[in-house]
């Protein structure tokens, strides 16, 4: 269930002015709005975690990818006769 205004109104009140001041310079560094900064945050978050969500299906498909893994593949496939 989604949180209520008042619960979210309360977040924002909770949250030290500190990280608030590094979000509004954020936004004053890239030119925009505190709420169109925070929006693109946002957006960004979301692809993020699409994509997390699409590496996570190939993994069950495909197996855990690892640097290890990878570079031991690629060392093999550049060694094999072509």
């Not at 008042?6 to 560094?29: F, G, M």
């Not at 925070?38 to 993020?48: I, V």
Request: net charge positive; aromatic share 4%.
């Amino acid at each position: 269930m989604a949180p209520s205004r008042a619960t979210r109104r309360h977040r924002v009140k909770d949250r030290s002015r500190h990280h608030l001041t590094a979000e509004e310079q954020a936004a004053d560094e890239d030119g925009v709005s505190f709420s169109s900064w925070l929006s693109a945050a946002a957006e960004d978050k979301l692809l993020l975690r699409e994509g997390m969500l699409g590496i996570r299906e190939w993994e069950a498909e495909a197996g855990e990818l690892n640097r290890r893994g990878a570079g031991g593949r690629r060392s093999a496939s550049r060694s094999a006769p072509g």
